[in-house]
Structure formats: structure tokens, C-alpha cells
């Protein structure tokens, strides 16, 4: 019996004693070895002088694997070992073992949340703003140096960010020594990766000059360090987190050699790879003017204000996507190698020996057409719309895993901000028909990149902030916003209508009512018992309506009563659409409310305006719903003959609080008209060992309340104090503290906005915290997520297969999410924001009204097996509900 022989990967043609050399462009190993995958495969064996061998892959097949964390770890590979002589063991150079690597990644982490992105905003703006009044001065037959002025760009808002020194690029003709130090570095670092040990004994010159390059570097950051040690006081930013941080798994700080090396690592990584990016985003845009054009379109409709708000950078979402698609095409840190931890193999072909490594080519993984297709290689930011259906590990261009880079978000939030705001401004033109090189060094650039730009001329023109306009120029601009104005505001009648027993429809509604304010509408909100008679032929009706065991909602039975019997003249001319929801598994009674409402208001002369709608609460509820919506207001202005003028989908609700002294009552019940009754007897149902638990209780109304047989009670539940208590830890609040809500945007309704209130009693009673995550939930979870891994761990959950098997499946929470992943900061306000309100449970009344009018008996049952609301709390508490 013999062994069968371990498959090799393929090799190139070899040149003798130089291997594979002769086949790597040493101006530019990267594209080389792309070439070479695109030749032979998507893994494959590069040999160089003296016999060694290194893996290259480049298929997502194998990709996948070795970026799984626990077989693969980083490998500090040549062109970042010959870096650390002025990076040392900075974040990007150190080994995962190495102490310092993990030390300064728990404390750095916080300087890259999204509340940090928002402190950094003004600075950014800063620093954007000076490259714009620098082109908006240019001469009609300047030229503009792409590469050079991000390079600029990108340096600034690093070192006015990460360490409140300004370099001024933009006020020098050459740049800072700094740059040129560590250019000169860089290059030399690289350099050495194609000379011979024994060429390097020559190289005597460029050693010392190299020497020198890492001493400008050292001077400047440690004078830095003593001068904020001197002058302590600046909060927030990177330098502070590295002074005074500690790492909370063993309390120690970075030293001074420490933050001397990650200083460096973050000029370096914050301005390299960000400078091309944006480099290559613009020249993208250039060759295609259909994306260019789609993208000032939504800048022009986004960034209404001179200066961008943070808010609206964020809403660039078609900016983004073209930022997506250039680093998919060009990633600009376009490798990264990996070792094995163990002996295992790749793509379960081809064995890999424990220390082993294996480099991935980050170009060719963003082609490979079996994820990407045929059209690999073509700029299509639209790719990028939907994040959740692109393969997990199939894009990579911020690295891997938790060896990401920890920056990623601050690079993104700078490059949408600039890229809109050059957009905004100005006509990009390319003047000499520029072909695309890309220059190699640690990171891509195009090289030779030089175009010319003009100021944005008639309705689409702007005034540059800081830039003298004439009074002519200012009278336009003015005139073009109220004319704006008027448009986006054409008050056009909106009713929202509602029939709903537990709070779904309604919801729903007032979020179609919130939404259609932005839209330009006015716009109102009620139940349908309260038009019954009255539907208004001004405007627009869109109605929101449940069953209940097939009948109308208790909010709804007098409007369905006058509408079975309304004559035509009471219908015709109102316009309307109709959304419905349901529950699949009552098949003979689904959506049969909705659809009623809409046939019998077709049938008697109303003019529907959208198809009606259906969403399943067995089913993906939020995805009908959110697939309905994105319909309705399209198709409804333009049947109304207006424009879409805004984008609902960045509009969100802002909840802010304020902590105060003193409280009032949560007045969720005042929505419910709720009354309160008396327990007067309960007795279990069930057998002790059951597992479950049913109850018969026996409750005293209000005076004056009574019943019919088939009526329903709700009962207001609160919820468990150890699921309110798992709340306060996380986000390490006081039960007792009293604060005041304001909220503007989406309905707010189930808080108690404006009055003061204690924090235990608003989240017992108010909001509901045992429903399954939604995806809009885990999506905000998300952008507020620190770690890489983390986010992208949130993100995964976005797919359709894990979302229905791993959240709604499995009911997990957006609590729960938040204690499995520590690095999201999601703050509490938009915690709070995000839950739905609490809503009544229903349950049918066993007794007769013949026996007692004002004392029905009702069943309650509870599982006992998921701690979540208290509905009765009969053994534990007073016999009040």
C-alpha cells in the first residue's frame, strides 16, 4: 500500500537559479504576481533566488480558509519587516503575540468608534475645507496633482485629528520634512526587498540616509509627546488614548517607545492608503460619467448646507459605493500574508505545514468572476447597494479579521466627506486623456494623475464657503434654496390610518405619517374608527390595518360597518392605498381586513394608488414591510404628479435625554386608554410538573366598564426586573436617575417625551425588550461597532439564511447582541430609540356577561420557559393591573 503524494500548487516557468524572478516586475510586484494568478490559477508557487518558495492565492475558494482565525494567523511579512526599523511594533507591524500588539489595540479602539467620528468631523471639515478653497483659486489653466494634493489632504486630517498638529501641507510649496523623511523610508524599505544581502553590505550611502529619514521621523513624534505631556488638556483624540489609556485586561499603559512606534504606523496607514483611495475614486468617476452623474445628484441632494453636517456625510450612501467599488478594483494595501497555526491545508486540496504562510492578493481576490462575474473588472459601484449578499472573506480590503485595520471607519468617514464635497463644488475634467499606471510602494497610487477642475456653474453652482462671492452669486444661491424649499414642501394632504389591537398596523402607520413629512407632505395619523363617514377625497389615504380571528381590529369595526354599507358618492375621488398584516398560519382569515378595505373601496369608486401590500409575522415581516414602503412613495408622487425630493431612507428619529431631578409617570397606558383593575382570585391549571403554567383569573373592572361574550382583554405588561437590570449594566446606568426625552423626526408616541421620568420605570413599562433583533437593529448595531471582527460578525447576521435561522429563529434580541459584542457603542438614546413600543397582550374572556358584567374570568398561559415580560405577576406583586 503506498501513500498518496500531497498535491502541489502550480508554479510558474522557473529561470534556473533565479526561479521565478524574472517573471516579477520589481516597479511592481503586486500587478505582477495579479498577472501571474490570472495566468496559471488562483493559487499557485513563486520561487526566488536561493530556493524559496512563497504561496500566492487569489481565488475567494481559498481565500476563505486561510482567513479563518482559528487555522491562520497575521504573518509580519517582508515589506512590513522592513518597516519596523521606524514602526517597531506598532499596530501594523507587531505580531499577534507580541504584548504591545494587543495593549494598544484595547486601547486604541475607542478612538475609532462612531462617537469619535463624529468629534473628529469639525477637523476633518478643517482640512477638506482648505483643498477646496485651494482648487476653487486655481486659474482656468492649472492643473491639478491628484495623488499629491490627497497626499497632502490626508496628512492634515491625520495629524489635526490623531494628534492636534497641524502640518499645514497646503500652505507649503514642498512637503513637510516629515513626508519626505518618510517617503525617503518607505522607498528604502521596499528597495531592499529586490537587493541581494550581499548588495546591501555596499549600500552605505542609503544606510545612513535611512538613519536619518527614521530620526526626522523620531524628532518630530516625540516632540509631540513632551509637548502634550507638557500641556495636557487635549481629550479625545489618539495621543490622549495613548498617554493616558490603559489596557483594561491588565491595567498597563504604552510606553514612550510604544506611542513614538504607533504614531508613526498611524501617519503612515491614516494618510497612505486613504490618499489613493480617493485618488482612484476620482478617476473612476471621470471615466464613467453615469456613475459621476448619479453621484452629484445624490450629493446635491444630500448636502444641502455649505459645510456638510456629520449626519449628511453619513447619507452619502452612492458616494460610499463608489469609495467601495475603486477599493475593489484597486485595494490600496493590496496583500496581506498569513502563517498556519497547525498543519492543515487550503481549499481542502493543497496541504500547508504548521508556520508555514501564505500571501493574499487582495486585486485578484476583488476579480475572481465566480463571486464578482463576468464583468469583474468593470466599475460598478452598485455592487455595493446591498453589503449582505457579497460573500463573506470575498472582499478584503482593509485585511482580515481582527488584524484589520482598526482605522477603516475613519478612512471612510474622510474619503465620503471629501469626495462630496469636491463633487458638490466642482466639474472634474481630464484634460490630457489620462491612462491609468498604478505606482507600487507599501500602498497603490495612480501615478502621473493630473486633471483640471472648474467651479460648478448655473442651478447646480455653490459658493465656496471662505470664498468672496458677488452679490449677484449670493442672491442666486439664496433664490435656488427657496425655490427648493418650496418644492420640497407642497403640503399635500397625508392620512394615516390605522386598525391595530397590538400595535403593529399602528406603527406602521406612523411611520408612513413621519416619513411623508419629509416628503413634503402634511400629514396626520388616526384610528379608522375615527373617519368612519369622513375619508377625506383631498390628498391621500394610506391605511394600515390587521384581522383579528378574521374580524376587524377594536379600532376598526365601526369604520368597516359604514364602509360595507357606504354609498359611492361617500368613496369616489378618494385616493388610497392599503397595506396589510397578518399571520399565514390562519389561513382561512389572512389579510382578510385589508383585503376587504381595499376591494370595497375600489369597487365603490376610490382610485387606488399602489397595489395593496401584505406582510406575515410568520414570515420576514420587516423585509415585506420595508419592500412595500420603498414603493409607496415613488409610485405614490408620481401618481400625485410631485417629485421625489428626499431620500426617507436616511431619515431616522434622533432621542436625546437629559438627566434631571424629579419624575413623572410613564403614560404608555394613556395610549391604550387603559383602566385599572383588581385580581380577585387566581388558581393554577396546570399540574405543578408540568412545565407550564395556565392560569384562571378572575378580575374586577372600573365602574362603568363592561363586556360582550367573544371580547378580548389586554392586559399592559411590565418587564422583568432581571431583564431590565441586564439593560442598566450594559450600558452602566443608575435605576434611579430621573431625565427628560426630546425627540424630533419618527413618532415617539409610547414615550414619555418631555416630562420627567426615572429610568427603571420608562424601561418596565414602555418599550419592548424581548422581541427579535430586526435588521434595521443589527444594521445600526453595526456601524456602531468598533472591531472589525465584531461588525462584520453583526453584519453576517444580515443574510437571509442566518437572520431567519440565528436571530428570528432563536429570538435573539437586540439586548442580547449587545452583551455578545462589547465593542458596539451604541449609545443608550438610540438603544432606546430603536425598540419598539410595549404593547398589550390579548387574551379571551372565558365568562359569561350573563353571570357578571364587570368581573370576566380570563385564561393566561406562559410557557415559563423564556424570562422575558411579567403579563400578571399574581404570586409576587398586589392584585392591581
Keep these: 500500500m503506498t501513500t498518496p503524494m500531497a498535491k502541489v500548487p502550480p508554479q510558474p516557468k522557473t529561470f534556473g537559479p533565479l526561479g521565478n524572478l524574472p517573471l516579477m516586475d520589481t516597479d511592481a510586484p503586486v500587478q505582477s504576481l495579479v498577472k501571474v494568478a490570472s495566468e496559471i490559477g488562483p493559487i499557485f508557487q513563486f520561487q526566488f533566488p536561493g530556493g524559496r518558495k512563497e504561496l500566492y492565492i487569489s481565488g475567494h475558494e481559498y481565500v476563505k480558509d486561510a482567513c479563518d482565525e482559528k487555522r491562520f494567523d497575521k504573518r509580519v511579512w517582508a515589506p512590513l519587516q522592513n518597516v519596523r526599523p521606524f514602526a517597531g511594533d506598532g499596530l501594523f507591524t507587531s505580531a499577534t503575540q507580541e504584548p504591545n500588539w494587543k495593549k494598544a489595540h484595547n486601547i486604541l479602539l475607542s478612538s475609532f468608534s462612531q462617537r469619535a467620528m463624529q468629534n473628529y468631523h469639525t477637523k476633518m471639515i478643517d482640512i477638506a475645507m482648505q483643498l477646496i478653497q485651494k482648487w476653487a483659486r486655481l486659474n482656468p489653466d492649472d492643473t491639478v496633482d491628484v495623488p499629491a494634493d490627497m497626499t497632502r489632504l490626508t496628512l492634515d486630517t491625520i495629524g489635526l485629528c490623531g494628534f492636534n498638529y497641524r502640518f499645514n501641507s497646503f500652505y507649503r510649496e514642498d512637503y513637510h520634512p516629515f513626508i519626505d523623511s518618510m517617503v525617503g523610508a518607505l522607498d528604502e524599505g521596499m528597495n531592499q526587498l529586490h537587493r541581494l544581502g550581499i548588495q546591501d553590505l555596499f549600500m552605505v550611502r542609503k544606510k545612513r540616509q535611512f538613519q536619518e529619514d527614521i530620526q526626522t521621523m523620531f524628532d518630530l513624534v516625540?516632540?509631540?509627546?513632551?509637548?502634550?505631556?507638557?500641556?495636557?488638556?487635549?481629550?479625545?483624540?489618539?495621543?490622549?488614548?495613548?498617554?493616558?489609556?490603559?489596557?483594561?485586561?491588565?491595567?498597563?499603559?504604552?510606553?514612550?517607545?510604544?506611542?513614538?512606534?504607533?504614531?508613526?504606523?498611524?501617519?503612515?496607514?491614516?494618510?497612505?492608503?486613504?490618499?489613493?483611495?480617493?485618488?482612484?475614486?476620482?478617476?473612476?468617476?471621470?471615466?464613467?460619467?453615469?456613475?459621476?452623474?448619479?453621484?452629484?445628484?445624490?450629493?446635491?441632494?444630500?448636502?444641502?448646507?455649505?459645510?456638510p453636517t456629520y449626519q449628511q456625510v453619513r447619507d452619502l450612501k452612492y458616494v460610499r459605493m463608489v469609495l467601495n467599488e475603486s477599493l475593489r478594483l484597486w485595494p490600496t494595501a493590496p496583500a496581506f500574508s498569513l502563517y498556519a497555526r497547525e498543519d492543515t491545508d487550503i481549499g481542502g486540496t493543497y496541504p500547508i505545514k504548521k508556520g508555514d504562510s501564505v500571501t493574499v492578493l487582495i486585486p485578484g481576490l476583488h476579480r475572481d468572476q465566480r463571486v464578482w462575474g463576468e464583468d469583474a473588472e468593470a466599475f460598478i459601484p452598485e455592487r455595493f447597494e446591498d453589503p449582505s449578499k457579497i460573500p463573506?472573506?470575498?472582499?478584503?480590503?482593509?485585511?482580515?479579521?481582527?488584524?484589520?485595520?482598526?482605522?477603516?471607519?475613519?478612512?471612510?468617514?474622510?474619503?465620503?466627506?471629501?469626495?462630496?464635497?469636491?463633487?458638490?463644488?466642482?466639474?472634474?475634467?481630464?484634460?490630457?486623456?489620462?491612462?491609468?499606471?498604478?505606482?507600487?510602494?507599501?500602498?497603490?497610487?495612480?501615478?502621473?494623475?493630473?486633471?483640471?477642475?472648474?467651479?460648478?456653474?448655473?442651478?447646480?453652482?455653490?459658493?465656496?464657503?471662505?470664498?468672496?462671492?458677488?452679490?449677484?452669486?449670493?442672491?442666486?444661491?439664496?433664490?435656488?434654496?427657496?425655490?427648493?424649499?418650496?418644492?420640497?414642501?407642497?403640503?399635500?394632504?397625508?392620512?394615516?390610518?390605522?386598525?391595530?389591537?397590538?400595535?403593529?398596523?399602528?406603527?406602521?402607520?406612523?411611520?408612513?405619517?413621519?416619513?411623508?413629512?419629509?416628503?413634503?407632505?402634511?400629514?396626520?395619523?388616526?384610528?379608522?374608527?375615527?373617519?368612519?363617514?369622513?375619508?377625506?377625497?383631498?390628498?391621500?389615504?394610506?391605511?394600515?390595518?390587521a384581522s383579528y380571528n378574521g374580524q376587524p381590529p377594536s379600532n376598526a369595526r365601526a369604520f368597516m360597518e359604514w364602509l360595507e354599507h357606504a354609498e359611492e358618492h361617500e368613496i369616489q375621488g378618494v385616493r388610497y392605498a392599503v397595506f396589510g398584516c397578518g399571520d399565514h398560519n390562519w389561513a382561512s382569515t389572512y389579510q382578510r381586513i385589508p383585503r376587504m378595505i381595499d376591494e370595497w373601496m375600489a369597487s365603490k369608486g376610490a382610485q387606488r394608488l399602489l397595489a395593496r401590500g401584505e406582510s406575515d409575522a410568520s414570515g420576514d415581516f420587516e423585509r415585506e414591510v420595508d419592500a412595500w414602503t420603498e414603493h409607496l412613495w415613488p409610485d405614490l408622487l408620481q401618481a400625485l404628479g410631485l417629485p421625489l425630493v428626499a431620500d426617507t431612507g436616511t431619515k431616522r428619529s434622533t432621542l436625546s435625554v437629559r438627566y434631571v431631578h424629579g419624575v413623572a409617570a410613564v403614560p404608555l397606558a394613556e395610549t391604550y386608554q387603559a383602566a385599572i383593575g383588581h385580581i380577585m382570585l387566581t388558581r393554577n391549571l396546570q399540574h405543578a410538573n408540568s412545565g407550564r403554567m395556565t392560569q384562571h383569573i378572575e378580575i374586577s373592572l372600573p365602574e362603568g366598564t363592561e363586556y360582550r361574550e367573544g371580547d378580548h382583554m389586554g392586559i399592559l405588561p411590565i418587564n422583568s426586573e432581571k431583564l431590565v437590570g441586564r439593560v442598566l449594566h450594559r450600558f452602566k446606568l443608575q435605576a434611579a436617575a430621573h431625565f427628560i426625552l426630546a425627540t424630533e423626526g419618527r413618532s415617539s408616541a409610547h414615550l414619555p417625551v418631555g416630562?420627567?421620568?426615572?429610568?427603571?420605570?420608562?424601561?418596565?413599562?414602555?418599550?419592548?425588550?424581548?422581541?427579535?433583533?430586526?435588521?434595521?437593529?443589527?444594521?445600526?448595531?453595526?456601524?456602531?461597532?468598533?472591531?472589525?471582527?465584531?461588525a462584520q460578525a453583526l453584519l453576517d447576521l444580515l443574510e437571509e439564511e442566518a437572520y431567519l435561522s440565528e436571530v428570528r429563529a432563536k429570538r435573539i434580541t437586540m439586548l442580547d447582541l449587545l452583551e455578545r459584542y462589547e465593542a458596539c457603542e451604541l449609545p443608550f438614546e438610540r438603544f432606546l430609540a430603536l425598540l419598539p413600543a410595549l404593547k398589550p397582550r390579548y387574551y379571551s374572556i372565558s365568562s359569561s356577561p350573563s353571570i357578571s358584567r364587570t368581573e370576566p374570568a380570563s385564561p393566561l398561559v406562559s410557557s415559563g420557559r423564556r424570562l422575558g415580560v411579567d403579563k400578571v405577576s399574581t404570586a409576587e406583586s398586589p392584585p392591581t393591573i
Excluded: W
Design 222 to 307: 516625540d516632540t509631540l509627546i513632551e509637548e502634550r505631556k507638557a500641556h495636557s488638556g487635549e481629550d479625545g483624540d489618539l495621543l490622549a488614548h495613548m498617554l493616558d489609556g490603559v489596557d483594561p485586561d491588565n491595567g498597563e499603559g504604552l510606553d514612550h517607545e510604544n506611542i513614538r512606534y504607533q504614531m508613526i504606523t498611524f501617519l503612515i496607514a491614516g494618510h497612505e492608503t486613504t490618499s489613493g483611495l480617493l485618488s482612484f475614486a476620482i478617476y473612476y468617476l471621470m471615466n464613467h460619467p453615469d456613475k459621476l452623474r448619479k453621484a452629484v445628484h445624490e450629493v446635491d441632494r444630500v448636502l444641502k448646507d455649505p459645510v
Design 392 to 545: 463573506h472573506d470575498a472582499y478584503k480590503p482593509f485585511g482580515n479579521g481582527q488584524r484589520a485595520y482598526i482605522g477603516q471607519q475613519f478612512a471612510m468617514q474622510e474619503a465620503t466627506l471629501v469626495l462630496g464635497m469636491v463633487l458638490k463644488y466642482f466639474e472634474l475634467i481630464d484634460h490630457q486623456g489620462y491612462e491609468l499606471q498604478v505606482k507600487e510602494t507599501l500602498t497603490l497610487k495612480p501615478e502621473g494623475f493630473r486633471i483640471q477642475v472648474r467651479h460648478r456653474q448655473g442651478d447646480a453652482a455653490r459658493v465656496v464657503p471662505g470664498i468672496s462671492a458677488t452679490p449677484e452669486k449670493e442672491q442666486e444661491e439664496r433664490a435656488r434654496r427657496q425655490e427648493t424649499d418650496a418644492t420640497n414642501n407642497h403640503n399635500t394632504p397625508l392620512l394615516a390610518l390605522y386598525g391595530s389591537n397590538l400595535g403593529t398596523a399602528e406603527g406602521i402607520a406612523r411611520e408612513v405619517a413621519d416619513v411623508a413629512k419629509y416628503q413634503g407632505f402634511s400629514s396626520q395619523v388616526g384610528a379608522l374608527d375615527d373617519y368612519a363617514g369622513k375619508l377625506p377625497q383631498e390628498g391621500v389615504v394610506v391605511i394600515v390595518s
Design 755 to 790: 416630562v420627567p421620568v426615572r429610568l427603571d420605570d420608562l424601561l418596565y413599562r414602555s418599550v419592548e425588550l424581548q422581541e427579535p433583533a430586526t435588521r434595521a437593529q443589527i444594521r445600526e448595531m453595526a456601524d456602531c461597532t468598533v472591531c472589525p471582527p465584531h
